[in-house]
């Protein structure tokens, strides 16, 4: 009996010690050696890997998206000269910021690249206006004119058959940028449409504007319509050395009466926000053009005047009027905050010879002839730390309408354009003697 006990406490016992080793094995299973395919670390194994704990990735902060389009972060091929001031970012895709008197470029941003303008297609319309029309003129809107254009699109309410002068039509192509306007402008100016745009590209090539092509005086959208901001700024340049058109861009509010088909009085505002707009106000302002359709986006050109310079600065292709504002406010700062004009070095030599043309040989007879060169002093656009003496000088003679020829000397800045003076030859002098 005690036997059979004794084999009952061995049989439990080695139970006991089965089901130990059996937990022990389950608790430290045999190492696994085969990784899981598609692992890209070393030791990745299917046990190891670890779920994301959902309440740690909740609390960690989501990325700030960026507030700018990639338009903002163009290069600006003008900070890229030797010793320039670094110009503000703007959101532009295209922008030019130009001296009006001399065409000094003081701020470039990709401004060679073809854009649509949309609206401000218009300062060239007013140009060709004021240059081939009397402003008393009767221009009479057709058919065509009224309703040749995109429903919808800008206009003052003109009826076929209804008459305005060229005056009070350039005030409602240029404040309310109406383009039922323009078209009959453009009839009135070169009898079509058609004839009237191929003037626009004439008048263009005139100004050195290579990458221009217009189809039509309003700048509704069209695939071959387009400016590059550089050209534009040639175009908005010439068009504010004309008196009339100055005094039409800075007018803030306009009035046309009553007509031949209407009867109620037609209030203007100019849309140019910079001189006219409580909020966007900006004193130095002297006018401009706005524009816009879906493709061109946000288009801008404003004029500016401090201490007797003036400015014009072009923005094509901006996402909107709260930022196309304060970039040109930003750029014109700019130009007026790091730029001076200064009279560069005067000067003054003689030409030991007869001159040029029929006039040497009318001289040719005269001992010691010369002329002596006097000097007018020009103007050159300087940037903050640079002086005259830093500038590189380029000469030309150039054909002179008050005497036989000029020299006409450029200043350069790092291959920067910046201005120029002449040295006439205009008096002749028979000895040397005379000099003293």
């Not at 039509?169 to 240029?174: C, E, H, I």
């Not at 203007?268 to 879906?294: H, M, P």
């Not at 800045?413 to 000895?431: A, I, N, V």
């Amino acid at each position: 009996m005690q036997k059979m006990v004794r084999v009952h406490k061995k049989i439990k016992i080695s139970l006991a010690m089965l089901a130990m080793a059996v937990c022990v094995c389950a608790c430290c299973p045999w190492p696994v050696y085969a990784v899981e395919e598609g692992a890209q670390e070393e030791g990745v194994t299917q046990e190891n890997v670890q779920e994301p704990d959902p309440a740690v990735s909740a609390n960690e902060p989501e990325e700030t998206p960026d507030p700018y389009p990639p338009s903002y972060y163009l290069p600006i091929e003008s900070n890229e000269i030797p010793g320039w001031p670094q110009g503000p970012q703007v959101q532009a895709e295209s922008a030019v910021l130009m001296d009006v008197d001399y065409g000094v470029c003081l701020y470039e941003k990709n401004m060679h690249q073809r854009q649509y303008p949309a609206s401000i297609t218009k300062i060239m319309t007013a140009l060709l206006t004021i240059e081939n029309a009397d402003l008393s003129d009767v221009v009479t809107f057709s058919e065509n004119a009224v309703y040749g254009i995109e429903p919808g699109s800008s206009h003052i309410g003109i009826d076929v058959g209804e008459e305005l002068t060229v005056e009070q039509s350039l005030y409602g192509l240029m404040l309310a940028s109406a383009n039922e306007v323009a078209m009959g402008l453009a009839e009135h100016v070169a009898g079509s449409v058609e004839a009237f745009v191929e003037m626009m590209n004439e008048r263009a090539e005139e100004l050195g504007c290579e990458d221009t092509h217009f189809v039509n005086p309003h700048g509704l959208h069209d695939e071959e319509h387009y400016v590059t901001a550089y050209d534009m700024a040639l175009i908005a340049r010439e068009a504010y050395q004309n008196p009339t058109f100055r005094k039409v861009t800075g007018t803030a509010t306009y009035e046309i009466p009553k007509t031949n088909k209407e009867e109620e009085t037609r209030y203007l505002i100019n849309n140019q926000k910079l001189l006219s707009d409580e909020y966007w106000y900006y004193a130095d302002c002297r006018g401009g053009k706005t524009g816009f359709t879906d493709q061109a986006l946000n288009t801008l050109v404003t004029y500016a005047k401090r201490d007797n310079r003036t400015l014009v600065c072009v923005d094509l292709k901006t996402n909107g009027i709260p930022v196309i504002y304060p970039d040109t406010t930003a750029l014109l700062d700019y130009g007026f905050g790091y730029f001076t004009w200064e009279h560069p070095e005067k000067e003054e030599d003689v030409r030991f010879q007869a001159p040029f043309g029929c006039m040497q040989q009318f001289y040719s007879g005269l001992e010691n002839a010369c002329w002596l060169r006097s000097y007018t002093p020009g103007w050159v656009l300087l940037p903050q730390g640079i002086s005259t003496n830093d500038l590189e000088k380029k000469k030309a003679t150039e054909p002179n309408a008050v005497g036989p020829w000029r020299i006409k000397t450029s200043y350069y800045c790092g291959g920067q354009y910046m201005g120029y003076s002449y040295q006439y030859e205009d008096q002749l002098l028979r000895s040397l003697s005379l000099m003293e």
